[in-house]
């Protein structure tokens, strides 16, 4: 039984368990016997790169969710500039983390400005993205996506496969970790705040 708690060694021992049993997937290639790992950046983009550095020595992908109206950085810094490239470049995919509750407060039709936001960090950090995760989910599940954006809500990736999330710092449903080998499918989503090296 592995020591359940939010550090980086937790998290990379349970990886690695995982990688026993399936292959981690992305949103446009799953299938089955795999895992969709998923991280929502709501706060901090250098907690990020520590989780992608982690995935990446492991020869793990998954997508990092940036949010376009983050209280706690700004995109287009210098800083965070650095830390979203260097997350591209350890091989993960970016998705967009929109706020629906922000997206209503502009003069644009709220889909119609999701994707001019996808285009900007498309076209900044020269990635393809078309994958959308919502910033509280049953906050902003009004927004509807456009058919050609991939939405991580989506019941296919929430209600078809078993859908974990450490939310709060909290996993509802145990640690992560309790999981391996009980599912076919799985989606996985941190944030990667939570995690620390204590």
């Not at 991280?39 to 901090?44: A, G, R």
């Not at 997206?103 to 990635?127: A, C, Q, R, V, Y």
């Not at 309790?178 to 090296?197: A, C, R, V």
Request: charged share 20%.
């Amino acid at each position: 039984m592995l020591n359940c708690n939010f550090s980086y060694k937790h998290y990379q021992n349970t990886i690695k368990r995982f990688k026993e049993k399936y292959t981690f997937s992305n949103f446009n290639d799953c299938s089955t016997n795999d895992i969709i790992l998923r991280h929502d950046i709501d706060y901090s983009l250098e907690s990020a790169v520590r989780i992608a550095e982690i995935e990446n020595n492991l020869n793990v992908k998954s997508t990092y969710f940036i949010l376009f109206h983050s209280e706690m950085y700004n995109i287009f810094s210098p800083t965070s500039i650095k830390y979203i490239n260097k997350i591209i470049q350890l091989g993960h995919d970016i998705g967009l983390h929109y706020d629906a509750s922000v997206l209503s407060t502009l003069d644009i039709e709220p889909g119609k400005m999701l994707i001019e936001e996808l285009n900007l960090l498309e076209n900044h950090f020269n990635t393809k993205i078309n994958v959308v995760s919502a910033h509280n989910p049953t906050l902003n599940e009004n927004l509807k996506i456009p058919h050609n954006i991939i939405n991580a809500y989506d019941p296919k990736f929430t209600k078809e496969r078993k859908y974990l999330s450490d939310s709060v710092q909290f996993w509802r449903e145990n640690c992560f970790c309790s999981h391996i080998g009980k599912y076919e499918k799985l989606q996985i989503l941190t944030h990667p705040i939570w995690w620390s090296e204590e």
